[in-house]
């Protein structure tokens, strides 16, 4: 038996995004998608009742081939991207993609470049400006030439750790599809951050605890990635969060449900609320002028939360003014045979 042929408002409708069949001005056929968009009772109606941008109508009414880029098609700010293609005599098939994420990808590809050339242009001016005074003749003083030194030797290794940093944050990236396979201690990660942070504890007058029971906690994951995750939250906690003298961080390790925990908790002045939402963000600061003095790239949060992102892990971070902040860390336990 011969099947029926499938119908224009079928056939649209399996399209995700909003499309609409216009022939000599008129709608024909709209699916559930430009309905949402453009109204409910468009179809059978002028193509001018659902559409008033001047730059969409004119592009859709020629009856040509087209792509268009436009914002303002529905909403104010709303990027899009119209597609206009002949299929018949005065009748054309009509598709309009949403383009806000693309937009926001690109602006935040711009952004990350600016943001790092001005990270790097800020140390490289200070260490040529520098490097040019002990290159010119005549005499310096020797307490001049060893502040000139140290500070070309300061300023040189901030710029490593930052080249370090994106590079690590790349090779996080690139493998952000691959899911880790390996049984983790959870607890021995912690321990290797808390050695590799105590010298920086030691010059802060801070103390580093590592609270875990008895029993292991395995986790899965990459270990060089966890152990720089913990690294990362350690340092920062260090800091940032022993401003007083005798003042501690906390790391905590215990086993929840089909989870393993990494809490690090620090006596910090904390961080206000409206910057919480952002301080995973590459190159966000809450005080620009601390973080560089205590050595930090921007970048440590943004690393972590990829790192979580690629252990199918979640990162919670909690803190108010004065009370300090915990920033917790959930991953994935391997499941029981």
């Not at 659902?50 to 700010?77: F, S, Y």
């Not at 030691?202 to 029993?215: L, N, S, T, W, Y």
Request: net charge negative.
């Amino acid at each position: 038996m011969a099947t029926a042929p499938l119908s224009a408002d079928t056939l649209i409708e399996a399209l995700d995004e909003p499309t609409l069949i216009v022939e000599d001005g008129q709608i024909l056929a709209a699916n559930d998608a430009a309905r949402a968009l453009f109204g409910k009772a468009i179809g059978g109606r002028d193509l001018r009742f659902a559409i008033r941008h001047p730059q969409a109508l004119q592009a859709i009414l020629a009856g040509t081939h087209r792509d268009l880029a436009l914002v303002g098609l529905a909403n104010a700010e709303q990027p899009w991207q119209l597609s206009v293609r002949p299929i018949g005599r005065n009748a054309s098939l009509v598709r309009v993609t949403d383009r806000s994420a693309t937009v926001a990808a690109e602006r935040m590809r711009v952004d990350f470049v600016a943001n790092a050339s001005h990270e790097l242009r800020t140390p490289l001016a200070t260490i040529s400006g520098f490097a040019e005074t002990l290159a010119e003749d005549g005499p310096l003083v020797e307490s001049a030439r060893r502040k000139f030194g140290a500070t070309i030797h300061t300023e040189s290794a901030r710029m490593l750790r930052i080249i370090e940093d994106l590079m690590g944050l790349s090779r996080i990236e690139a493998d952000r599809f691959v899911i880790p396979r390996d049984s983790i201690d959870l607890g021995a990660v912690a321990r290797i951050a808390a050695q590799q942070v105590a010298a920086l504890a030691e010059r802060k007058g801070c103390v580093i605890e590592v609270v875990a029971g008895p029993d292991a906690v395995t986790v899965i994951g990459d270990h060089a990635q966890l152990v720089q995750l913990a690294d990362n939250l350690v340092t920062n906690a260090v800091r940032y969060g022993c401003g007083a003298a005798d003042s501690a961080v906390r790391l905590e390790v215990q086993l929840d449900g089909a989870r393993g925990v990494l809490r690090v908790i620090d006596q910090g002045d904390g961080i206000a609320a409206d910057h919480l939402p952002r301080v995973t963000e590459r190159f966000y600061r809450v005080d620009p002028a601390r973080s560089r003095e205590s050595g930090g790239t921007g970048l440590g949060l943004a690393i972590v939360k990829h790192i979580v992102e690629r252990h199918r892990g979640t990162l919670d971070i909690r803190s108010r003014l004065g009370a300090g902040t915990i920033v917790e860390v959930r991953l994935p336990v391997p499941e029981k045979d």
